[in-house]
C-alpha cells in the first residue's frame, strides 16, 4: 500500500502527542529518582524542596526566577536551566496543540485506506522507537553527552558539584531511568491510539 503524505504528517502528530506529555510527566516524577546524597547542614527533605522549586520554575511560565531555599547554585547553573525551561514550556505548548489536533481527528470518520496505514504506521513508528532506544541505551553515556552538545551551545549544562550539588544527585543512571519512562509513556500512549483507530477500522464505520 502507498504511503500518503498526509498518513505521515498524521502518525507524526500522533508521536509528538505522546512524546510531548511523556516529558512532561516524565518531569514531574523525576523528584521520585532523584538519588539521594548529603550536604553539609541540609536536610533530605530540604533538598527535595528545592528540587520541586526548580521543577516549578521550568515548567510554569509565570514563574520567572528561580531560587533555591537551601542548596547553593551558579550562575551559570542558573542559565541553563533557563534554556531547560525555554524547551520545556515550549514542549507544553507543542502539547496541547498536538493533543488538540488528534482529539480533533479521532472525531471525525476516515477512510478505511487510512486507517490501514496510520495503524501500520504506528506499528513502525514504535519499533523504530524501541531499536534507536536500545542502541542509545548501550552507551548512554556517550549519547547524553553528544545531546547536550547538540542542543546547548555552551558548557553551562556541566555542574560543578562543589558549587551546584544539586548534580550530585542527578547522576547517568539518574537520566537513563528517565529516559526509559519517557518511552515507556510514548509507546503505551502510541498503542493506546493504535487500539482507538484498529477498533474504529474494525467497526466499519468507516468512508471507502
Known sequence: MKIGFKSLLEVLVYFLAAASIAVIITTNISISLLHPFAVNGITWGEIISDYRRLLTYLQF????????????????AIEHFSMVRCFLIVNEGLCLASWGIVISKIKHEKKRSQLVMLVSLIDYLCLGLLIISGLTAIDFERTFI??????????KWIFNPETDPIIIGMPPIFFLKL??????????????????????????KFRF
Open 179 to 204: 529516559f526509559g519512562i519517557w518511552l515507556a509513556i510514548t509507546i503505551v500512549l502510541l498503542s493506546c491510539l493504535r487500539f482507538y483507530n484498529r477498533q474504529k477500522l474494525f467497526s466499519g
Open 61 to 76: 511560565p509565570i514563574v520567572n526566577q528561580l531560587t533555591f531555599r537551601y542548596l547553593p547554585i551558579s550562575n551559570n
Open 146 to 155: 553528544l545531546f547536550h552538545h547538540l542542543l546547548f551551545s555552551d558548557n
